[in-house]
């Protein structure tokens, strides 16, 4: 059962729009090894608009996943890749199919 999950939103600087999105593209391996993230999706909502929606069993799968390589690689491109910081939010999982 999927029961929490997070949204990510990532504005891409100008020029940038392409870099975001092969980091996004790339980072599906390292999140096919995280055995608590259940889904990862990386989506593109405009041109200079990203995003990411993934899911977890529990808290300890959504910590592990925030505190992951991702996560940290995120974090350490963001001043360069992104306009703004990136708007992390913490979702509980009403229902899914």
């Known amino acids: 059962m999927k029961n ?3 949204l990510v939103r990532l504005e891409a ?7 975001v999105l092969d980091f996004l593209t790339g980072a599906l391996p390292l999140a ?4 608590a993230t259940i889904t ?9 608009t990203f995003g990411i929606f993934d899911t977890f069993p529990d808290e300890a799968g959504r910590q592990a996943h925030l ?3 991702i996560a940290a690689a995120l974090m350490a491109h963001a001043a360069d890749l ?8 913490q979702v509980a999982i009403l229902a899914a199919k």
Request: proline share 18%; hydrophobic share 40%; aromatic share 6%.
């Open 4 to 6: 929490v999950g997070l």
């Open 40 to 48: 990862w999706y990386a989506i593109q909502l405009a041109p200079a």
């Open 67 to 69: 505190n992951g390589p």
């Open 82 to 89: 992104l306009a703004v910081p990136p708007v992390i939010e």
């Open 13 to 19: 600087k100008p020029g940038k729009e392409q870099e």
């Open 32 to 35: 096919q090894q995280e055995p």
